[in-house]
């Protein structure tokens, strides 16, 4: 079987050949969601060598010890990060808590070492606002202001010549998506300031930590709204908007806690001005990401499912005007560890190092 | 322990005293959830004779051979519609596909039974938008007219001497209550035409029914919208915050399916008027509702999970209003097979014949 | 309808009466899920009044905030240990860790109150069992001697007056029961030397501790087992078990984690001795628990599921011999939180007390 | 990264090379589980081109539309049987109800087209077993007298040869691998005639049909026994445990329904004979299995979760002795849609067509 999903949607990425020497990757941090989901990619990725896998908590355990999973496809041990060769690799991913990346990043980038940073250091670049979210100052503001933002259906040309990424937070890439292709143009086609994001995220979302809230017996078989108040990716997506829309945004995000491993499903509100109404959105949609080929726009009257993405990068859109009236309802499904996080860091290494953007990222959704 | 969840909170449930002799009860279709539940209720009710349970398809098999939870608790076996005496009982709920209600409806009133319809027959006034969304002509207009929409919290005193009442929709339940206290007195506080209703509900919502699309191995780990172009519940709605309006109302609704047996979160938004700034509507809700046994409003700040009242007939609202601004979020929640099924129609049900509102209703939410 | 599941079954209970004034319960440790569930059950119980409930950590924290649940239904707070007046109780149920309960018996004994242990401290009779197992010397073993063994099918004449009861574990409720019949009577049928209990557990059995291994993303949609090496109810079992046959037996236990909330199902097999083949083990098991409100035997030939007893204190028992060969399969269900540890811990009490069994132990199962 | 996972494993594997032109696949009842997995792989095959896909239900049918999973990936749509050039293919998989196969078994044989049967027509060579079971005559007893069981663990150079082969149903191939090391060479380290398969099955195991029974709803949040009296896997079972013996064995085989998608845990008992008890396990199982890439031997101790196998054709081995005893305790994992269905279906298909064992089965399991 042909392996690429249909060269017309992506001829930007025949032209890239894959490297004579494979990829030197590092990861710090490797033992959360995000850690164990990118050794899945690359452990399968034909132009990567994997060099070093940090963890200060785990030293010596080797990885396919933690994650039974990876026995017999991945050898390494995580290291030490003081006795880990990370300088001497091509590119570091950090899959780390906030505040990491942005502690090591002058030194790795002297060193030639290009950074995937898929915790929040690198994402927004509204210096206060970081702060304000994250209760910490920025350790190296100047090379804040060189990151790019790994979205690369928005940033893909930036990327490319990135030396540091901040890979996008979960939400964010959906909400993004899902609102581009209304927001670019000036913004003219919907109401700017009262969009609404009501995500639904799967419990990997918030990641491998012990904490009595995210246990199966308090997960499980119940559902919940939570940071409604505020949540860290509201900033996060606004900027993105903002940007998309050249001038001010008005959002509300409520994200809300779904008892499925993996998955996010954001449904999206945005009312149409006068000039919308004569739009044809599904046309819009669909040409708007027509040679990006991990954004999928389902047919008309689609109503995607998670599982549909479930361990693939693919993202799927469906755009839906109730009635014809003046609200217009954009759902948006990926699997959060994969396009909402690992996935999406993935193809931002292949377009940092000239690879075709599919590369290692072909796999097909588990579905059931 | 004191069984009542404080007599303050629903002063005229007090006045009321318990029937000299058990009410006979018939249900008619039991064999679906929404059967089951009321039969466990119904069994546990102190003021209740279970007389008759008809199914046309397991005539003859004990009850708690299909639900070995009822082992031991419910005697009864399902009977065959035509030998089940229902026109002995004071009351008959009906747990059947839409339609079988209202074509038996005229015979049971004329041998004075009350008529308690847990499906859509007796729901919508508008009989053009009956017809519309459930493929048939109302069978009975006249008693439709005279027919009372259950919601207590609504329409208490009309249930009280209704002869008729459509048990609402689970839906409807969470959307009117949760934006009641904003339509009530002309709904001045907020814009009324760009109302949203984004709900999620567990898969019991869809019945007991051999269906693909219902198996365990295609809902699981997975979430999807449905019925976005449209569902029967809009009508439903809309036709309930119309009245509470007293004018027109523009709602869009989107329902998701989420992979839990029992629940439902539905997520309200509405925009606030300039009138509607100056409202603390922490207090709006909380003395709307008062004097309701069943409806809990939450501390400020709260987001009530869905397991708070798994098994148990309570509804929970928080109100948010983001960053004090224009756009109100509403949380509700309930059980969608008591609340939002079962548990209201017996709610109706002591309305009707008198008992206090709570009687057999008192059942503490399972948790975990 | 009649709220006793049928008075034939459990003719003992009837003749108790309720005690004039309500007994008045404290709670040591309440903030997992065995003490939630006593929260539950007592809170509906019609001859407690609860007094005190005790947390270090949450100490003046109310009860309802941390359990929505209980919203409107337990007012009371959390109190430290230091200033909660339990020798005011009638009765203290020890919801704790191992150990805490032995450590304050002595003075609760000395001040009139009874015990009910739902930790291990009063399960062993074994010491040098009890201390390798739970890594601690035993506070008290002159009381440990007097303490009876919490399984009311097994022991109920000792239970009613008891001053200390140690409430089974949940693997070794259903194990003890389902092998009672068998061992009863010397254990002539069976093969007493190779028993076998495969045993699935839900994840509240693990308790509500932040742990790695219990996060939702870690035990969802997976299946393992666990403590095949070893595991603390192996020789509890084996002291049950050998006490019912009177003489030594030997028992291969394998625990296994399940992906659901609640529930157990322990599937145990039994070789048949030659005087065995010729018994009816469906009429053995029938008559056995004749009188036990709280043991059903299902017919023949059944499959009983978890379910149909969840947030329920039935046990359910299904006797099998495939092909009517030498092998018996005894299955076994109940809710772990019921009657596996807060439910049996009532039942307990309700006999300590004089009360009849199934005395606010009623509930119905919770089915779907 | 190398995507061999250990060449010394599996040195069979690379002697062969991939053939110049692609295998020409027809699938026959692609409509089911194993049918999208069968899609799922081979979408992914780098030696596979899909020709046919038939259903006589869904002729026409884009099979993305059915499975959106595939959109972009597979292009075919279902054909109706009649119309399908299944004759032009070089192998036929038969993901359909049990029966189907046998009957166009002859002709495609007649064409020169290999048979890979999902369903149960060529995997047990007892006819009247088949009859008993499947409720049907045979309708090629000659044909399958020549099928081989397509165990490659088992059975590597008959199915090289084979021109059908019959993929193992999903228990037997857990309980043969588990059981295999102790029952060849004449089992004289066991007792054979008392083994006990205790297994639990995903709910994918009961296949995509529209039954009550395995709805959401009813699955969910439970766990059950069936087919205690019998299931149409034990003769399977019993057969190859017989041929790995070389004489009869005696087996009680009890299936359980677990609340998950994929995964089956298979939990083995043997008691061990006097010869047994100097036998080093876990050497033996290690030995066993070195040259098969998709058995792992798991270290001392383990006990592996279903997860660690998720998506991928791995299969996981734990062996124990609690307490260095007489019982010998085999923990089985696997993923039943995969190693346990259609990826034992696609190694098979690879060894017919002298592919490396591996080739297009490299999937690492998902996780979490």
Redesign the interface.
């Known amino acids: 079987?042909e392996?690429l999903?249909?060269a017309p949607?992506a001829p930007h990425n025949l032209m890239a050949t894959a490297p004579a020497t494979p990829i030197q990757v590092g990861i710090v941090g490797g033992t959360g969601?995000t850690g164990?989901e990118l050794l899945?990619l690359?452990?399968?990725?034909?132009s990567?060598?994997?060099r070093a896998i940090t963890s200060r908590k785990e030293d010596g355990m080797p990885v396919a010890e933690m994650?039974?999973?990876?026995?017999?496809?991945v050898d390494l041990a995580f290291s030490h990060p003081d006795n880990a060769s990370l300088a001497d690799c091509d590119v570091v991913f950090f899959a780390t808590p906030h505040g990491v990346a942005m502690a090591q990043a002058e030194s790795l980038l002297a060193a030639g070492v290009k950074i995937i940073d898929l915790a929040a250091d690198f994402r927004l670049q509204d210096l206060a606002s970081f702060e304000q979210w994250y209760k910490m100052p920025h350790a190296c503001p100047q090379i804040l202001r060189e990151a790019v933002y790994g979205l690369p259906e928005l940033h893909r040309e930036a990327i490319a010549k990135a030396r540091v990424v901040g890979n996008p937070g979960c939400y964010p890439t959906t909400v993004a998506l899902g609102l581009a292709p209304l927001l670019e143009n000036g913004g003219r086609l919907i109401d700017t300031q009262?969009l609404?994001a009501?995500c639904?995220s799967?419990?990997?979302g918030?990641g491998?930590?012990?904490?009595?809230g995210?246990?199966?017996?308090?997960?499980?078989?119940?559902?919940?709204?939570?940071g409604?108040?505020?949540h860290r990716h509201h900033p996060e997506i606004v900027e993105q908007l903002q940007a998309l829309r050249g001038g001010p945004v008005?959002l509300?995000f409520?994200p809300?806690l779904?008892?499925?491993?993996?998955?996010m499903?954001s449904?999206l509100?945005a009312?149409l001005t006068p000039e919308g109404r004569d739009t044809d959105f599904q046309a819009l949609f669909e040409q708007r990401y027509a040679n990006d080929a991990f954004v999928?726009v389902?047919p008309a009257?689609?109503?995607?499912?998670?599982?549909?993405?479930?361990?693939?990068n693919m993202i799927?859109i469906a755009v839906?005007r109730?009635?014809n009236?003046d609200?217009l309802?954009v759902?948006v499904?990926q699997d959060n560890?994969v396009k909402g996080a690992s996935g999406q860091a993935v193809q931002n290494m292949n377009i940092m190092f000239g690879l075709p953007e599919t590369t290692g990222l072909?796999?097909?959704?588990?579905?059931?």
């Open positions: 079987m392996l999903p249909g949607r969601y164990v899945r690359l452990a399968q990725h034909p990567v060598q994997l994650y039974p999973s990876l026995r017999g496809r009262t609404i009501d639904k799967g419990v990997t918030a491998r930590k012990a904490e009595v995210m246990l199966y017996s308090e997960v499980s078989d119940s559902f919940k709204a939570y409604v108040a505020g008005g509300t409520v809300h779904t008892p499925m491993v993996r998955g499903h449904t509100y009312r999928d389902m009257g689609s109503t995607p499912e998670t599982r549909s993405v479930r361990a693939s799927r839906h109730p009635n009236g609200q309802v759902l499904i560890l072909q796999h097909i959704a588990v579905l059931p």
